[in-house]
């Protein structure tokens, strides 16, 4: 809409670097995201109004609906001159923006509303603070997590947007026999068996790049040619504007798992021939009793020397 409107823009994916376009290029107005990375929306216009070469440059808070009243108190209290709600009406939007910036009358508004500046210079060392105190407890759970990671006996790969490796773990280089520095810019590629076509591969990409999490089972290829069975999670993992840019994957070598399963599905299976054999044997056994015991009773009433005597013996004999 902004450039339809004739407007050149420039776009940065976090506030610190915004500051540093800011201080070093002529802009008209800064459309800030509540939520930007490292430096926020309200962060970014309060450094802003304490900077005199950038007093008087308008700041547009583009705030998701479910914040919208807190940020319009804040707002306020800050002197920040629009507030723009997610969706919004992006028509409209456009025309205030144009009228804040003096497009319609080639002047640029002064802010003079809201807050001092050492009530603004107190709020964001409240602001610092609290990012110090969130980034500790973050780097805490980092080392935890790391510890974790380096530690698990899964294999764990990270990879960028496009499926360049940037980081295993040690469980990854020993199940697949690679090291560090051969995998590190790599694509996870290098691992493949040949044993799923180019449709499974495709399936799974399309399915990662929507943004949900694929779940299945890989044969890959070790560095000294084995195959092995893995069970794979792959995570995609995005920023604040929704832009996958990292995918994380979680497998597990399941190669003597599944040769386990095998061995227990063959001892089940002679165990039930055993069963079978047994009964079997058991039935005959019942069956060559009586015909041996009833062999036997006849030849009491046979003479020695008569062909039936030879006969019935020879019964005898087969049954035993």
Known sequence: FLVAHGHRIARVDNGLTAVDRIRKEPFDAVIADRRVPVIDGLELWALIRLDLGLKGLPVVLYSPEEALATDREMTRHLGARFLVTKPGDTESDVKALEEIIGHLDGQRPVDESGTQPRELTAWMLKRIEEKARRLRQTQKQIRFFKTAVE?????????????????????????????????????????????????FYRDLWQTITRGESWHGFFVNRRKDGTFYREEAVIIPVAHAFGI??????????????????????????????????????????????????????ALFDLPEDSHSYEDVSEVIKAGN
Request: aromatic letters at 6%.
């Open 244 to 297: 996958i840019h990292n995918f994380v994957t979680i497998k597990r070598d399941v190669t003597q798992e599944n040769q386990l399963q095998r061995q227990l599905i063959q001892s089940q299976k002679m165990e039930a021939i055993g069963t079978l054999a047994g009964g079997i044997a058991h039935d005959f056994n019942n069956i060559l009793s009586a015909i041996l015991g009833f062999a036997e009773l």
């Open 151 to 199: 530690k698990a006996s899964e294999m764990v790969a990270v990879t960028d947007s496009e499926g360049s490796i940037e980081y295993v773990n040690p469980a990854f280089e020993r199940i697949t026999g690679y090291a560090r520095d051969e995998l590190i810019g790599n694509n996870p590629r290098l691992l493949k068996s040949g044993r799923q076509d180019e449709s």
